[in-house]
């Protein structure tokens, strides 16, 4: 099915199911346990064999030598996986460094071995015996130092490093009001719940891998690549996801070593990262530095804007794309933006939760706020003053497919009680805290991608819908469920879901906030063709059937679902594919965020007081999960804002902090009452779900709100995140 | 993990005996911190004496109108304990400002007291670390040490003493209570207890191979206003950038300790002899001999700080 015109009225406008704050319908097996994740597949694979990762202890060079006499030779070892002994392994398209490292080290802890035991213990006591000597080169390690050498990286996901509309310069050097800042945002990691895990099994040249990962289909196409195996060798599962936010798109280490294992000692292998391990093992959010200029009249309206970003990856990698959200946000017919990427040797940078948005809006809407300071402009007022309902770029011949940021601010701040803001920092005393409010708009680009299902109903009138969609823990079950029983008018708890197989047709995934539109558009065409069979087989034409309660209607005529699908069942199967609305639209997701914050007039510690927003998104599908995303994706702003780094020792080339003792994120008591609003929209350019995504949009200027409200305040600006209490100190004695 | 043997002891005499006569045997109690350490291959024992069976878990006035905590007493019941909330509140807040709820369930007061840094370089195999490995050098000096003490530091080592409850401990002047594999008894003054890191950051204690610690005796109370105010980077679970332990009496006179700012929990005599005269004057005493990196000289202005805003509360409370 090809969605290539606005969407008209449609079955899930009716909006029985669809929309409705259900459950989650695997909810229940997640919380007694019984959702298997997947290192806990031994019923699948029984007797696996337990690998152990051994990482580079340097971070660029050569290894010298391997030793693996003491290790081969220590109790229940079965094998070890080297480069010298892996055959020859094509690194995926989706990879920036190899996987399996040697002779050439490209990054500290990249894998260079595997030790396979028969126990977890025996393996890792086992991969301590490694003896590896290696021959260090020098690397690059400082995005400070190394930003003056960056270039101009490839495209992003089609869309160009610079881009630029009228004459900045210009504008802004007869701007009356100037403002140029530079901001700085740390490496960060994932730091999801379940760790990266997988266990491999080889029967004859075919390979199963269990495993944790959000992109099934991208995943089997490198799994084959990198071994050098037909794609159909290859199958995937992966029913449940403890959390990705990025870190699983691709083909990692766990898998990919537990299959080399598996091949090696001809028996199952399960290796999973430890925690330690997976911060330079695995991929982060690259650091960046932004330099924003803005030039505005004295009322705070744009005429100019420049948002430029540095960061850094290991060579072939790519840029933290943090300029993304300034091309289309504000308003200014003379603007740029661009993107450079430096080398650096630190692991591999890659997509965290809104790459690009992320942090981006972590300067941007700091900049906005330092702007409605300097007109005397209250900074919703300053954003709704700087609406522009058309791409700023392509002009007013591109509108935006919806857009209501303005009613989010509106409506957000009302929520709040902005109105109670008093704009002079500092005026705010409760006890021995400063209290203050801030806020920040919220933005993240909108993306549908091809996406397949396929749809069955039984002699029971039971549904089944089979995708290789994956649930991250974002609700994949129960819109995908609740789309299904709208399309076909049966009741939810009759709808079977089934994800993450690869042998089930190819989705969009999980990523980028596109997963829940694209992969409910996805069953919706196998569902119109359902449609289409049943009222083939009532004898009802398709166009003027309806369905509902198990019946398919036409006229005063109706017939069971169930008696059409007989005893072999019916099934269909489509996919939803999509011409170029996106083109001829700008598609986003806005929303605005608001907060209060305490901070210790002594100590300048900070706590968070209130977090509230106002997000449209297109339709919610469901608006329980959707807030579960929001909430959550603030509270990630949050220690983006006040506590998330990867400490980098420029030394030794490694992330110094790498468990979850010294990488903080925020805890039950960090965070406080969070309300979430959606903004009733529907966007019919977005497919014919009408809806957008939303995993994302709810960490896209959360953490700017928090670094506004701690300068309403205390009056502390801090540009270089996290904003902890040694920036704060030092910022009140400078 | 490195294979080891385990044993569970029988008796206090036993377990002493049994931990000194394997080299490098370790006692085991809460398991919160080794176990961690061994996964990570910091710590590799070749035998392990399981002292939690050994009864140690009293809370009990003593003669001399004090308490004796056993060395296995839980953290979550000590903070709990109605005597210590009432005559030794600063431990109880001290202990519920530490680690989570899960942790203190498992964590015991002896086990605590020995709990090592969390210093990264000292977390880290492949990198220097004096501590871990003697003679590799100090990782974190000009690496990130933003944690990291500042006071009673060597050139061989910056760690921290992680532990909140040891900062109360030593405020309150504990006694630590010992038998060694001799079935010789004996009482450190916590003051005494923790070496220095010197030239040799590996050895922390005084406790000899094979010495269990049996319990923690604290004089009886004395009184005043307790305190303990912990600074981190988020609201909970996370060690201290600078916590401060205090007492305040009625006559203007105080007693301090700090946590995340020494190599061991730090107490010093000039500190509460500057007490009547202010924050200031004691700050001035006790970081007289600070040591400080680029990352972690903001604990100088911190403890000053924290120090001003007990002394604004208890003039608030008088």
């Known amino acids: 099915m090809k969605f290539d015109t606005p969407a008209k009225a449609n079955p899930i406008d009716k909006g029985r199911v669809v929309g409705i704050p259900h459950d989650r319908i695997d909810g229940a097996a997640k919380v007694t346990g019984t959702a298997p994740y997947a290192y ?78 028969d126990t977890l213990e025996n393996a890792r006591a086992a991969a301590a015996l490694v003896h590896i000597d290696y021959t260090p080169e020098s690397g690059k390690f400082d995005l400070a130092a190394e930003a003056i050498r960056g270039v101009v990286p490839p495209d992003s996901f089609g869309t160009p490093a610079d881009t630029s509309a009228g004459d900045f310069d210009g504008a802004f050097s007869r ?114 530095i932004q330099r ?59 997509a965290m939760r809104a790459p690009g948005e992320a942090v981006g809006l972590l300067a941007l809407e700091v900049a906005m706020d330092e702007l409605a300071e300097m007109c005397g402009v209250d900074p919703v007022e300053l954003r709704i003053r700087n609406d522009v309902q058309f791409d700023p770029e392509a002009g007013p011949q591109r509108p935006f497919s919806s857009r209501k940021l303005v009613e989010c601010l509106r409506a957000g701040a009302d929520r709040f009680g902005w109105n109670r803001r008093i704009p002079k920092p500092g005026q705010v005393r409760d006890g021995r805290w400063l209290v203050g409010m801030g806020m920040a708009s919220a933005f993240r680009n909108n993306l549908a991608g091809k996406s397949g299902a396929r749809i069955g109903i039984d002699a029971q009138g039971r549904v089944v819908v089979e995708t290789d969609m994956t649930d991250i823990g974002t609700g994949s079950y129960t819109i995908i469920a609740q789309t299904a029983a709208e399309m076909l008018g049966v009741p939810l708890e009759q709808v079977t879901v089934r994800l993450g197989d690869s042998r089930f047709p190819v989705s969009a995934g999980s990523g980028g906030q596109w997963g829940a539109n694209s992969s409910t558009a996805g069953v919706y065409a196998a569902a119109m063709a359902l449609r289409a069979k049943l009222a083939e087989a009532a004898g009802y034409p398709v166009d003027a059937a309806g369905f509902e309660d198990g019946l398919i209607r036409n006229g005063n005529e109706s017939r069971k679902l169930a008696a059409l699908a007989g005893d072999t069942g019916l099934w269909a199967e489509d996919s939803m594919e999509y011409g170029d609305l996106d083109k001829r639209y700008a598609q986003a997701t806005f929303g605005a965020h608001f907060c209060e914050v305490g901070v210790d ?23 329980k999960s959707a807030r579960s995303q929001v909430i959550g994706a603030m509270t990630m702003g949050a220690g983006a804002a006040l506590m998330e780094a990867l400490d980098v020792d420029t030394r030794f080339g490694f992330f110094v902090n790498h468990d979850m003792a010294e990488y903080l994120v925020p805890v039950h008591a960090d965070i406080p009452q969070q309300d979430v609003l959606f903004i009733d929209e529907l966007d019919d350019k977005s497919s014919p779900m009408k809806a957008k995504g939303v995993g994302e949009l709810g960490i896209c200027g959360a953490g700017a709100a928090v670094a506004n409200a701690i300068y309403n305040a205390a009056g502390l600006r801090v540009r270089d995140y996290p904003i902890t209490i040694d920036k704060l100190l030092r910022a009140q004695m400078a | 993990m490195k294979s080891f043997t385990y044993e569970r002891a029988a008796s206090v005499e036993a377990a002493a005996k049994a931990a000194a006569s394997v080299q490098g045997a370790r006692f085991i109690a809460g398991g919160t911190n080794l176990i961690d350490l061994m996964k990570l291959q910091i710590e590799t024992p070749t035998h392990l004496v399981d002292v939690n069976h050994l009864g140690l878990d009293r809370i009990e006035r003593t003669t001399e109108g004090g308490l004796r905590i056993g060395a296995l007493v839980r953290n979550t019941d000590l903070a709990a304990d109605k005597t210590v909330r009432r005559d030794y509140a600063v431990l109880s807040r001290a202990l519920v400002a530490g680690a989570s709820g ?21 977390y880290d195999t492949r990198m220097p670390c004096n501590k871990r490995k003697p003679g590799t050098g100090c990782g974190a000096m000009e690496g990130m040490s933003r944690s990291l003490a500042i006071l009673g530091v060597s050139d061989a080592c910056i760690a921290q003493h992680p532990s909140d409850m040891a900062v109360a401990m030593r405020l309150l002047d504990a006694q630590v209570d010992t038998m060694d594999a001799d079935g010789v008894a004996r009482s450190i003054p916590i003051a005494d207890f923790y070496l220095l890191p010197g030239d040799t950051p590996n050895r922390e204690t005084v406790l000899k191979q094979g010495e269990l610690i049996t319990s923690v005796t604290l004089p009886k109370p004395v009184g005043g206003t307790h305190v303990y105010r912990k600074v981190r980077d988020r609201a909970s679970y996370a060690f201290a950038l600078v916590s401060v332990g205090a007492i305040f009496g009625e006559d203007g006179t105080a007693r301090f300790a700090f946590g995340g700012i020494g190599a061991r929990p730090w107490r010093t005599q000039a500190a509460d002899a500057a007490a009547p005269h202010g924050a200031r004057a004691v700050t001035d005493a006790v970081l007289a001999d600070a040591r400080t990196t680029p990352h972690n000289d903001f604990k100088k202005p911190l403890v000053e700080r924290i120090l001003a805003s007990l002394y604004r509360q208890q003039e608030e409370r008088a």
């Open chain 2, 102 to 122: 899960q942790l203190r369930n498992k964590a015991t007061t002896g086990g605590n007291l020995l709990q090592r840094t969390r210093c990264p370089y000292f």
């Open chain 1, 601 to 623: 007039t002594d100590t300048a510690e900070v706590r968070i007081r209130r977090m509230g927003g106002a997000f449209a998104a297109g339709r919610i599908l469901n608006p």
């Open chain 1, 292 to 350: 924003i200029r803005i030039g505005a009249d004295r009322d705070g309206v744009i005429d100019a804007i420049a948002h430029e970003v540095w960061s850094g990856d290991l060579p072939g990698g790519s840029a933290e794309t943090a300029a993304a959200q300034t091309r289309l946000l504000y308003r200014g017919a003379n603007r740029m933006t661009a993107h450079r990427l430096t080398t650096l040797n630190l692991p591999e940078g890659n």
């Open chain 1, 175 to 288: 701007a009356a009001v100037k403002l140029e800042q530079r901001y700085t945002t740390p490496d960060h990691s994932h730091a999801m719940m379940e760790p990266h895990a997988s266990i491999a099994a080889w029967n004859g040249d075919k390979l199963t891998l269990w495993t944790s990962n959000q992109m099934i289909a991208w995943t089997v196409g490198d799994v084959a690549r990198t071994l050098g195996i037909p794609k159909a060798n290859v199958r995937l599962i992966s029913p449940y996801i403890g959390g990705g936010f990025g870190a699983k798109l691709f083909l990692r280490a766990d898998a990919l070593l537990a299959a080399l294992g598996a091949r090696q000692v001809g028996r199952p292998v399960k290796v999973a990262l430890a925690r330690p391990q997976i911060p330079n093992n695995t991929t982060h959010r690259p650091a960046t």
């Open chain 1, 40 to 117: 806990e597949r031994h019923d699948a694979a029984p007797n696996a064999a337990y690998g152990w990762i051994v990482g580079s202890a340097i971070a660029k060079g050569r290894i010298a030598a391997m030793d693996l006499r003491a290790a081969e030779a220590a109790p229940g070892v079965l094998g070890i996986v080297t480069h010298a002994n892996a055959g020859k392994l094509t690194k995926g398209n989706m990879n920036t460094a190899h996987l399996l490292g040697g002779p050439q080290i490209e990054h500290f802890e990249q894998a260079v071995a595997l030790v396979v035991a």
